[in-house]
Antibody, heavy 121, light 111 residues
């Protein structure tokens, strides 16, 4: 069974930093792209970032230059380093597994439960 | 403004068939798989339809997906009260070096 467990969400001041982690199990981690998707309270889903099997990275425009995604295949984990945080980054952040794998980027088929990031003074 | 366009709301009575549309462009729906998700309040999204029209195990046959050109749709037949939820379409987009894109979501109400 695929499991994705996010951690690291917290309350942080504007301009601050936070590092989210996603621990994966139940599938061959190194062969799938992993994504972060966020959802502000009462709003829709918003794709944030993804990392491919070769370590190629992708970002949504509003986080480019501020967020950095990375993966550790030996530990079946993905991280999202978030710097220069803004109030509009406040959301639940979900980790999710790519649906196709083998180097092909696609949207996702499994989701974690999410971790809450609040950016406020 | 979402890259993929969905109606903000839809409704139907129990037993009815409801469809939710999702409109995109050649860089996303036109050239990549479409995925549909169901989200109940306070829970993580759940995959309903994968790769345009494939139902994961455990998803009832009442749910079906289709794609034509740069548009896709989700159909729910034999509507049930427990289908009341938010529904999102999504796809990979090949523009801007590659990114994921979602629709704005459709709130389905079972009357």
């Amino acid at each position: 069974e695929v499991q994705l467990v996010e951690s690291g969400g917290d309350l942080v001041q504007p301009g601050g930093s936070l590092r989210l982690s996603c621990a994966a199990s139940g599938f061959t981690f190194s062969t799938y792209d992993i994504h972060w998707v966020r959802q502000a309270t009462g709003k829709g889903l918003e794709w944030v970032s993804a990392i491919g099997t070769a370590g190629d990275t992708y970002y949504q425009g509003s986080v480019k230059g501020r967020f950095t995604i990375s993966r550790e295949n030996a530990k079946n984990s993905v991280h999202l380093q978030m710097d220069s945080l803004r109030a509009e980054d406040t959301a639940v952040y979900f980790c999710a597994k790519g649906a196709v794998g083998a180097g092909a980027l696609s949207l996702v088929d499994s989701w974690g439960q999410g971790t809450l990031v609040t950016v406020s003074s | 403004q979402s890259v993929l366009t969905q109606p903000p709301s839809a409704s139907g009575t129990p037993g009815q068939r409801v469809t939710i549309s999702c409109s995109g462009s050649s860089s996303n729906i036109g050239n990549n798989y479409v995925y549909w998700y169901q989200q109940l309040p306070g829970t993580a999204p759940k995959l309903l339809i994968s790769k345009n029209n494939q139902r994961p195990s455990g998803v009832p046959a009442r749910f079906s997906g289709s794609k034509s050109g740069t548009s896709a749709s989700l159909a729910i037949s034999g509507l049930r009260s427990e289908d009341e939820a938010d529904y999102y379409c999504a796809a990979w987009d090949d523009s801007l070096r590659g990114r994921g894109v979602f629709g704005g979501g459709t709130k389905l109400t079972v009357l």
